[in-house]
Structures are given as structure tokens and as C-alpha cells.
């Protein structure tokens, strides 16, 4: 994780080509969690497979997990019992704002809770 105090943040991204845009997201997103002094942990689904695995310590100690993808995610399972929010690449790369907020709602809403954005 990113060594910043506040809240604990894991994600993945991943995108139907898996080259541009995962790694797009993937630098849109530290830079989003850094302004909001965020620590985060970020999985890429790619061209090159699964980098920066996020480990079962990441998942548990994330406060929300946020799932940036086009495609189904490999290990989806791994997030059953996690707070997350589920977005498209393109919809965050279009306004990633709208994830920030959404985000930021999920921190107090109680765990399992799953939130789909179109």
C-alpha cells in the first residue's frame, strides 16, 4: 500500500484489452486516493495476466474495495465479504469523481455492502 495515513483502499482494474486503460485507471486512481490521503493497493488485470496481486491481508484490511473493470475479474470471489463499488474503465475514466464520492459514502455504510455504478 501507498505509505499515506487515512483510510485503507484496495482496487482493481482491468479493461476488455487489457492494455491502455487498465494502467490508465490504475494511475488515475493512486493519484485520486493520494489527494485524498487514501493508502492504496492496486491489482492490474492486463495483457500481462494478474500484477500487484492484491494479497488476502490487502483485502481484509481494506476499508473499501473499489473493482474499475469491462471484463469479469479474475478472483471475483475473493471480494464477496468486502465493502466495494463495482464501475466501468470507461465510466471512471470519464468521471472519476462519481467513484471518489461513492467511495467515500462506502466508508460508514456496513460491511457486505455493494454498490454497482452504471
Not at 495515513?5 to 491502455?20: D, L, Y
Not at 457486505?112 to 455504478?117: D, F, N, R, V
Request: charged residues 25%; contains cysteine; proline residues 2%.
Amino acid at each position: 500500500m501507498t505509505a499515506i495515513a487515512g483510510h485503507r483502499i484496495a482496487a482493481v482494474t482491468a479493461c476488455v484489452s487489457g492494455v491502455a486503460h487498465t494502467y490508465m485507471a490504475a494511475e488515475r486512481l493512486e493519484k485520486l486516493c493520494g489527494q485524498e490521503k487514501w493508502a492504496v493497493r492496486i491489482e492490474t488485470q492486463g495483457a500481462l495476466g494478474i500484477e500487484c496481486e492484491l494479497t488476502g491481508e490487502d483485502i481484509r484490511h481494506a476499508e473499501v474495495v473499489l473493482l474499475i473493470t469491462d471484463i469479469e475479474l479474475a478472483g471475483m470471489e475473493r471480494f464477496d465479504q468486502c465493502r466495494y463499488v463495482k464501475c466501468g474503465i470507461n465510466a471512471f475514466l470519464r468521471d472519476p469523481q462519481k467513484v471518489m464520492s461513492a467511495a467515500r459514502k462506502m466508508l460508514s455504510a456496513p460491511q457486505h455492502t455493494q454498490l454497482i455504478l452504471d
